[in-house]
């Protein structure tokens, strides 16, 4: 098992910058896959990054370019950089841990984008 604590909400506006922070309680390497995933009101929920074992990224469309996940080992942390942020970024944003079948998911972290 794992848990998952994520931090580094707000309210930001338009074509600011946010990163969040997401604390697992083991180790990283013993987690096959970490990543975030956020759901607005009234939709489903979006993965919008993932980062291996090994290091390597993948991103959703909707947020390439913008958006970086990473991760700090002499930490223990992996974050996710927000860039450029719009409107349509807001939700709550959720840090997911994949370990063989499970699946493990944090208690989100509310992100606004507002003028």
């Known amino acids: 098992q794992v848990q998952l604590v994520e931090s580094g909400g707000d309210l930001v506006q338009p074509g600011g910058s946010l990163r969040l922070s997401c604390a697992p309680s083991?180790?990283?390497?013993?987690?096959?896959?970490m990543g975030w995933a956020r759901q607005a009101p009234g939709k489903q929920r979006e993965l919008v990054a993932i980062?291996?074992?090994?290091?390597?990224?993948t991103y959703a469309d909707s947020v390439k370019g913008r958006f970086t996940i990473s991760r700090q080992i002499t930490a223990n942390m992996v974050y996710l950089q927000m860039n450029n942020l719009k409107p349509e970024d807001t939700a709550i944003y959720y840090c997911?841990?994949?370990?063989?079948?499970?699946?493990?998911w944090g208690q989100g972290t509310q992100v606004t984008v507002s003028s």
């Open positions: 997911k841990a994949v370990m063989g079948r499970e699946v493990y």
């Open positions: 083991r180790n990283i390497f013993s987690i096959d896959r």
């Open positions: 980062i291996s074992n090994g290091g390597s990224t």
